[in-house]
């Protein structure tokens, strides 16, 4: 059966364009011209990924309330920006949404479907690294791969796809230092240091909203991130 991926885009040229890009690789795209729509489809069925456009139309920042409401539906679905807009400003406010990539349009349809790619290859590996013990337990942390979930002490904890991975990749083996350049290649994504930063510190705020006094990630400076035993 093949992924299905969601196209939000007010732009009809552009929206064909890059739907009959997706569908040259098997997806099948469910394409929408504005947040309405949009978000009326993702009640009748959630897809697989997501792409979506910041501004949408009258509605400045209507691909920024897509984000809000498809992670309120679901924490682990794939999302990414692809967007005329470049300024820093926007790409870390879609970050903070719970985006898991932002890219402008000045990249190429190969880097798109790459992009997509690696997120659909993480799904899989997340959900094959742990086959034969589903709840991986280190300390209090519990990683759950079937559901990818994550417990810690006892409480769930939402994280998105990218925040899951990165998280799976530094507490697999506690007190090894990961590079920012490690984190990218074990989550299979290519940006750039800022956006990697700015995952950790959204997974570190999730932790200390319901734990105070959680300190196990850790920086290491000039070098990257651990998990402290």
């Known amino acids: 059966m093949p992924k299905h991926i969601a196209l939000v885009e007010d732009e009809p040229a552009i929206l064909e364009n890059y739907a009959d890009a997706l569908r040259k690789q098997g997806y099948a795209v469910l394409a929408y011209t504005d947040k309405k729509s949009a978000l009326a489809g993702f009640k009748q069925r959630l897809p697989d990924l997501a792409i979506i456009d910041v501004g949408l139309g009258d509605e400045i920042e209507g691909g920024f309330d897509i984000c809000?409401?498809?992670?309120?539906?679901?924490?682990?679905?794939?999302?990414?920006?692809?967007?005329?807009?470049?300024?820093?400003?926007?790409?870390?406010?879609?970050?903070?949404?719970?985006?898991?990539?932002?890219?402008?349009?000045?990249?190429?349809?190969?880097?798109?479907?790459?992009?997509?790619?690696?997120?659909?290859?993480?799904?899989?590996?997340?959900?094959s690294q742990y086959a034969r013990a589903q709840a991986h337990k280190i300390g209090d942390l519990t990683i759950d791969s079937e559901c990818m979930s994550v417990e810690w002490k006892q409480i769930n904890i939402d994280l998105t796809l990218t925040e899951y991975w990165m998280l799976h990749s530094l507490a697999k083996?506690?007190?090894?230092?990961?590079?920012?350049?490690?984190?990218?290649?074990?989550?299979?994504?290519?940006?750039?240091?800022?956006?990697?930063?700015?995952?950790?510190?959204?997974?570190?705020?999730?932790?200390?909203?319901?734990?105070?006094?959680?300190?196990?990630?850790?920086?290491?400076?000039?070098?990257?991130?651990?998990?402290?035993?």
Not at 99 to 125: P, W
Request: glycine fraction near 6%; charged fraction near 30%.
């Open 173 to 229: 083996i506690p007190g090894h230092v990961k590079s920012r350049e490690q984190l990218m290649r074990d989550a299979n994504i290519f940006v750039d240091d800022g956006t990697v930063t700015s995952h950790i510190k959204r997974v570190r705020r999730k932790f200390e909203c319901i734990d105070k006094n959680f300190d196990r990630i850790e920086t290491v400076y000039g070098m990257g991130y651990r998990w402290k035993k």
């Open 68 to 127: 809000r409401e498809l992670r309120g539906m679901s924490s682990t679905i794939p999302i990414i920006f692809l967007t005329a807009r470049d300024s820093d400003f926007d790409a870390i406010s879609g970050l903070r949404l719970g985006a898991d990539d932002y890219l402008t349009k000045d990249i190429s349809f190969h880097q798109v479907l790459a992009r997509v790619a690696a997120l659909f290859r993480r799904i899989e590996a997340i959900q």
